[in-house]
């Protein structure tokens, strides 16, 4: 099975994002994850379009864009051409996610739902079918360096059999909390795409933090 590693930039050096972005692309990134916030749906504030553009420069494997923003669809356009290849939207913000996800493939970029914490899988039902990807998130979004909630393990399993159940094969993608010490156990509940910020931009070293956290991701849970 094959992993995808999507290190958030969230927890890097912002002055300095070029050589953490390409740090952490020697060590092997797959991704590099871009968190967009804006006060409203969440406590913090982080970054536009302009600095997406600006990364996708810099960045030679492709931009995931995790929205955590109320309207969602007035920012699409912006974002994929800014150079988003992958957006995450939430679906706690969206009456309208079936008109929502459309879009994001009509703009030519992967679509993907996102559920907090808090939110039953049952709102994936009716969407399942025609999601790129699902972004589980394991702790509540807002924060880089936050602890890995467990109880998310279990909605891992649970998505990865509801979109089986649909004949989807869509990757699902987690975020917040992983390190080295839980990245086997998440793959192994169903995971594909592991994002992880601070235990990469957290350390001194990105380019290693991601070797290893992908050697640490490809260990049997529990060996
Ligand atoms: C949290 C963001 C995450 C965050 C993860 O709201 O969506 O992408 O950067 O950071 P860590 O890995 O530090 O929990
Ligand atoms: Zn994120």
């Known amino acids: 099975m094959s992993v995808r590693i999507a290190p958030s930039i969230l927890s890097a050096d912002f ?7 390409r740090a952490a692309e ?11 916030m804006d006060g409203h749906f969440v406590p913090n504030l982080t970054i536009g379009p302009p600095v997406v553009r600006s990364i996708s ?4 494997v492709p931009l995931d864009v995790h929205l955590m923003i109320e309207e969602p669809d007035r920012y699409l356009e912006a974002f994929v051409s800014a150079g988003a290849a992958m957006i995450s ?24 739902v996102a559920l907090n914490p808090s939110t039953p899988i049952v709102a994936l039902e009716e969407i399942a079918a025609d999601v790129d990807h699902v972004l589980v998130m394991s702790v509540n979004p ?4 936050q602890t890995f909630i467990p109880r998310s393990e279990s909605k891992i399993r649970a998505v990865r ?51 290893d956290l992908r050697a640490a991701a490809m260990l049997k849970a529990g060996v």
């Open 57 to 60: 420069k810099v960045a030679r």
């Open 142 to 145: 807002g924060f880089g360096g």
């Open 89 to 112: 939207v939430h679906v706690e913000v969206l009456p309208h996610l079936h008109r929502t996800i459309q879009a994001i493939k009509q703009l030519g970029a992967k679509a993907g």
């Open 161 to 211: 059999a509801l979109l089986d159940r649909q004949g989807n094969a869509a990757p699902i993608e987690v975020d917040g909390g992983i390190d080295r010490t839980n990245a086997a156990r998440i793959v192994e509940a169903g995971a594909t795409i592991l994002v992880a910020g601070n235990s990469i931009f957290g350390t001194g070293d990105p380019e290693r933090a991601t070797r």
């Open 26 to 36: 020697r060590g092997g990134a797959d991704l590099i994850h871009v968190d967009i």
């Open 15 to 21: 002055a300095a994002l070029g050589e953490q972005i």
